[in-house]
C-alpha cells in the first residue's frame, strides 16, 4: 500500500460517476478495494486473486490485510470467485460473506485453441511467469540440477521479477548456466514454442492462466497440486506433483521426456476438456448472469 493508492482510488471513483457505471468489478486485493470504498449507486463486485489470501494472521502484514478484507465485505454486493478454491480460501481465512456469491471459472478465447507446436530449437523445459518464490522457479531449478546427474536436461525460464538474481544465482552455483537460458518476457503463445514441456511449479496459486493457455494450444503440463489447478485437470488432477518437492518434479520431468506419445495424449485430452468447460463465452455468461443477480437484489433491497 501507498500514496499511489489514494490517487487511483480517486480515479476509479471519478471514471464510475462520469460513466454512470451500473457494475464497479474489482479483481485482486488492490482492485477489489478501489472498487468497494467508492458509495454510489453501481453494484460493487470483487474476484480475489491470491492477493491478501497467500497472507496469515500469524504476521502483521497479514493480520492487517485479511481484517481488512473483513471490513470490505460489507460493502460488497457480490462476490465472484474464479476457482472453488478460492471461494474455500477466502471463507477458511475471512468469512463466509453474506452476500451474493458465484464461482465462474476463468475462460480463453477461441483463438487460443489454436495448437502451439514446439519450435525446432525448443528447449525440453519452459517456465513462464513471474520470477519469485512464490512461483516455484528455485525448486525447478533444484529439479533441473538433480536431472542434471542423470541426462541433460534444457530449460528455458522467461519472465522477470523481485527474485530474478537469485535465481540467476541459484542456476550458477548449480552449475546449469550452460543448459538454462533466462529469457525476457514475452507473449505466452511466443514463448510455449520454446520448450517442449510446461513446467509450472508454483507454491500457491489461484486458477492461473498459464494453464488454461498452454491447456488450449495442447502445450504439454507439468504442475503442482495447489490452488484451482486440480479444477482445471479434472479426471487427471492424479498426475499432479506436491509443491515444494524437487525430487518429485524430476521425476515427473524425466517421465515425461521419455514418454512423448502419453505426453502428446495427455495434452489433448487437457485441451478438451478446457475447451468445454473453460471458455470465454461460457465465462463472459455466467458473469453476466451473476451481475444481474446482484443488481436485482440491489435494487429490491434499495427501494
Known amino acids: 500500500m501507498g500514496f499511489s493508492d489514494v490517487s487511483a482510488q480517486r480515479h476509479v471513483a471519478r471514471r464510475a460517476r462520469d460513466t454512470n457505471a451500473d457494475v464497479l468489478h ?5 482492485g477489489g478495494a478501489y472498487a468497494r470504498l467508492r458509495g454510489c449507486a453501481a453494484i460493487r463486485v470483487y474476484t480475489p486473486h491470491g492477493g491478501s489470501l497467500h497472507y496469515s494472521r ?18 460488497t454486493e457480490l462476490f465472484l470467485f474464479e476457482s472453488r478454491y478460492g471461494r474455500d480460501a477466502f471463507a477458511a481465512k475471512i468469512g463466509n460473506p453474506r452476500s451474493l456469491v458465484r464461482v465462474v471459472h476463468n475462460g480463453v478465447t477461441a483463438e487460443e485453441f489454436a495448437e502451439v507446436a514446439p519450435s525446432e530449437d ?15 522457479v528455485d525448486v525447478l531449478l533444484e529439479a533441473l540440477a538433480l536431472l542434471a546427474r542423470e541426462r541433460r536436461v534444457t530449460a528455458a525460464i522467461i519472465g522477470d ?19 538454462t537460458r533466462f529469457l525476457a518476457p514475452m507473449p505466452a503463445r511466443e514463448a510455449f514454442g520454446l520448450g517442449q514441456l510446461l513446467v ?11 494453464v488454461l493457455e498452454a491447456a488450449a494450444a495442447a502445450v504439454p503440463i507439468i504442475t503442482t497440486n495447489v490452488g484451482g489447478i486440480p479444477e482445471v485437470f479434472g479426471p487427471q488432477s492424479s498426475r499432479l506433483i506436491p509443491p ?28 478438451a476438456r478446457v475447451q468445454a468447460e473453460f471458455s470465454a463465452d461460457v465465462m463472459a455468461d455466467a458473469v453476466l448472469a451473476a ?4 443488481s436485482a437484489r440491489f435494487r429490491a433491497q434499495t427501494n
Request: aromatic share 4%; hydrophobic share 45%.
Open 122 to 136: 525448443a528447449r525440453n523445459v519452459v517456465f513462464i511467469g513471474e520470477l519469485r518464490l512464490l512461483k516455484g
Open 161 to 179: 521479477g523481485p527474485n530474478a538474481r537469485q535465481f540467476l544465482a541459484q542456476a550458477e552455483r548449480l552449475g546449469l548456466n550452460s543448459s
Open 291 to 294: 451481475y444481474e443477480e446482484a
Open 58 to 75: 500469524a504476521t502483521p502484514t497479514g493480520l492487517l490485510y485479511l481484517t481488512l478484507e473483513q471490513v470490505l465485505m460489507a460493502r
Open 244 to 271: 515444494d518437492d524437487a525430487p518429485a518434479l524430476a521425476r515427473a520431468i524425466s517421465s515425461a521426456l521419455a514418454d512423448p506419445s502419453a505426453l502428446r495424449n495427455e495434452a489433448l485430452t487437457l485441451r
Open 26 to 30: 474489482g479483481h485482486g486485493a488492490k
Open 200 to 210: 509450472v511449479p508454483s507454491r500457491a496459486e489461484s486458477l492461473p492462466y498459464i
